[in-house]
């Protein structure tokens, strides 16, 4: 009866206080009083929580409790709802995230009115469970009572925001989907052995049995389905979902603690993946960058290590709460950092964050080495298992006869005994295997980063598609996007970047070159010839501006800009186990250049390239000469509107350059394009008609042989300009002959 006039004096307090709220503060937002609302909540639930050794703990099966089967049922339920909603209302005030207000309304409004109905046997259950004593007017009671006040006026003041009970569809199907994973996540420790007691004893989790590998891929395949379901999420709703994940399930974890622990720091969760359950929460709500990099480098270890080779007897029942508890400690401790870095809710590490990871797990193994000695004075304790033959056991005779080496001491009556040898091994082991984490981790951010610019790369190829087919206008997709522009290369305010780089290696790039022109290309090193040749080309992205041949453009209609394009690059790739000729009717193959064709035009390049006795020679036999004449045939055998040359006489012999002078002229003459980097001034003055200077990613604006020799010789002009410190920004104008 006490527990009933406890409930109804509740419940005055909290209709007392709503009605003070509501007169008071009734055309206010009322943001401060929810926050301190809380703060007054947590601090309530913690000491009703801490106040008593749950007996919730020691009950096995409905059957097993309390009452009959029906109410223990209800009872937990209701125990679950309430820790579920609790933890909610603490998060309310902090999170402006709609579906948290709709899981209050719709689901733990209904579920807390539940619980109040059966309050008395889940008091009952947690506070006397089976031991037969009455539930008394005691402090654990009053303070049950006290957090039911203060969950019905949060209630309240939920509704007080928002009192519609309208859904649209998008916020029902979110709501059906948040239900589980936030209903899952709250599972106090000992529910499945109260709701289906202990499970069949040869299901052991342990020893990589099925039952343990299913709990090991369950570690790998939550945190997977969490990452997909959140990544495209607003910010505010993946912290929330991870604070609230780490808070609920750290309360869970602490469930077989209570105030008398603080009196026995040897029973403390002092073990290193115990750790991460208190320490995660408060990197993600206070944003302690520093502490968070400890458990990114060390618990992520270590959890797995422990979920491997778990350190209960095998005798432990499958739904037992020290199953529950264990798994909910290291698979938390393993995925959690992993997920909060892929979630972008902390930056990927440096490599000096992870040496302050390892000199702070130093100071912490240093303490545990100590506290173990201490502490075994008192009880049996093994922080970190350095204090015990648990690993040792799994390593052999070796391990076990230095584990055997000790070093021991008194300081009164307490005895102090180390294993120095073994624990300084294990310290060592430790630090180096996390060096070796850290390598894993580059590479798995170097496949996310390659997987990401992938999703990207498809999705801007169907945006351009989309682009693609507004500007036809109904027109075939093999048509050019700009008709009647001839044989023309055009750049049009070219720029690229690479990744991250603040700097551009090309900025602001406008160029046009005409069918029939040999175009020379100049610039020192690192200036962006071949970066603005590869983006031509399409084996570079364009980071701003356009690219057209022949009016198609680059980026929206890659293949057809393709098509027309021959290119020869200044590390050239021949499948060297191919011949000559398989190489070339290869290239010809891909550009669908039919049989006629391609023997004419073969033949024609063999004779002129002196290649007549070589050609069905396996290219790897070639000199450098030789493989860069047949990367000149395949780059012409479909007889490309523009061939692009990047150095290409680099190595080669004056006969050979004489050769690839004359073939450029003869495919220029054809109406064609040739358009060339290189460092041999002589050579492009000689053989070209008009020539552009690149430096530091700006295009000089380009200007004719006679134009450059009004000025001097093209040698001058090329030393003028690439020593010129600022480099003004000129653009080409259409119609420059």
């Not at 990197?283 to 968070?292: A, E, P, Q, S, V």
């Not at 080779?309 to 199953?323: D, E, G, H, K, R």
């Not at 929206?556 to 190489?583: F, S």
């Not at 002229?665 to 060339?676: S, Y």
């Amino acid at each position: 009866m006490s527990h009933y006039l406890s409930l109804i004096l509740a419940l005055v307090v909290a209709a007392t206080g709503s009605l003070v709220t509501f007169f008071f503060a009734r055309n206010k937002q009322f943001n401060l009083g929810k926050k301190i609302y809380a703060f007054a909540l947590i601090i309530v639930f913690i000491t009703r929580y801490i106040s008593y050794a749950d007996q919730g703990l020691s009950i096995v099966s409905l059957y097993n409790g309390p009452f009959d089967p029906a109410i223990n049922f209800f009872a937990y339920f209701g125990i679950w709802i309430e820790l579920t909603l609790v933890v909610l209302l603490m998060l309310y005030p902090f999170f402006k995230v709609r579906v948290l207000t709709n899981l209050i309304k719709f689901v733990l409004t209904p579920g807390f009115a539940l619980y109040l109905g059966f309050s008395y046997y889940s008091v009952y259950l947690q506070v006397i469970g089976n031991t037969g004593a009455n539930l008394l007017l005691t402090f654990q009671s009053a303070m049950f009572a006290v957090e039911i006040a203060f969950v019905a006026y949060g209630l309240f003041l939920i509704w007080r925001d928002d009192y519609s009970l309208k859904l649209n569809k998008k916020e029902t199907i979110s709501l059906l989907i948040a239900i589980i994973p936030v209903l899952l996540a709250s599972l106090p420790i000992y529910g499945p052995q109260i709701m289906f007691g202990y499970a069949n004893a040869r299901h052991e989790v342990i020893d990589i049995s099925f039952v343990h590998r299913l709990f090991i891929y369950g570690s790998i395949i939550i945190p997977l389905v969490l990452y997909f379901a959140l990544k495209s999420k607003d910010k505010e709703i993946i912290r929330f979902a991870m604070v609230y994940l780490s808070v609920v399930t750290m309360i869970t974890f602490s469930r077989v603690f209570y105030y008398q622990n603080f009196l026995e720091p040897w029973t403390w969760p002092i073990h290193l993946c115990n750790t991460a359950m208190y320490v995660i929460p408060l990197c993600i709500i206070f944003k302690l960058d520093k502490l968070f990099y400890f458990t990114y480098f060390i618990n992520v270890f270590g959890a797995l290590m422990a979920m491997l080779m778990p350190n209960y007897s095998a005798a432990t029942n499958l739904t037992s709460q020290v199953i529950v508890q264990f798994w909910y400690n290291h698979s938390l401790a393993f995925f959690m950092p992993l997920l909060l870095v892929a979630l972008k809710i902390f930056p990927r590490p440096k490599m000096k964050q992870m040496y302050y990871s390892l000199v702070a797990f130093s100071g912490y193994f240093l303490l545990v080495m100590v506290l173990n000695v201490w502490f075994s004075n008192y009880a049996s304790v093994d922080f970190f298992f350095i204090n015990s033959d648990f690993i040792v056991d799994k390593l052999g005779r070796w391990a076990e006869n230095i584990f055997n080496i000790t070093v021991s001491f008194n300081v009164g009556s307490l005895v102090f005994e180390f294993h120095p040898i073994y624990q300084v091994l294990f310290l060592i082991v430790y630090v180096g295997v996390s060096f070796g984490m850290w390598f894993v981790y580059s590479l798995g951010f170097s496949i996310a980063d390659s997987l990401g610019d992938l999703r990207l790369r498809q999705k801007k190829i169907k945006l351009d598609k989309f682009a693609l087919m507004a500007a036809l206008n109904g027109r075939g997709v093999d048509e050019p996007m700009e008709l009647n522009t001839g044989v023309k290369l055009e750049l049009k305010n070219f720029s690229k970047r690479y990744g991250k780089n603040k700097d551009f290696a090309v900025k602001d790039a406008s160029l046009i070159v005409n069918g029939g022109e040999i175009f020379g290309f100049l610039g020192p090193n690192g200036a962006g010839k071949s970066t603005t040749i590869k983006s031509i080309v399409g084996i570079q992205t364009i980071t701003e501006g356009a690219i057209s041949i022949c009016g198609y453009d680059v980026e929206k209609q890659p293949v057809m800009a393709k098509r027309l394009i021959g290119y020869v690059p200044d590390h050239y790739a021949l499948y060297e186990k191919l011949t000559a000729r398989e190489y070339v009717n290869y290239i010809a193959d891909i550009y669908g250049v039919t049989f006629e064709e391609r023997q004419e035009r073969i033949t024609h390049y063999v004779t002129l390239f002196n290649l007549d006795d070589a050609f069905d020679n396996q290219i790897k036999t070639f000199s450098h000469g030789m493989k860069q004449k047949v990367t000149i045939i395949a780059a012409l055998v479909h007889e490309p509107k523009l061939w692009l040359l990047d150095e290409p006489l680099t190595g080669l012999d004056p006969d050979s350059i004489y050769q690839v002078k004359e073939c450029m002229r003869q495919h220029a003459a054809k109406g064609n394009i040739v358009m060339f980097s290189s460092h041999i001034i002589d050579v492009v003055e000689n053989l070209c008609q008009r020539i552009a200077v690149i430096k530091k990613g700006h295009l000089f604006a380009p200007m004719t042989i006679e134009e450059v020799h009004q000025q001097g010789t093209l040698e001058q002009y090329y030393l003028k300009m690439a020593i010129h410190e600022e480099v003004p920004k000129l653009q080409e104008k259409e119609g420059q002959a």
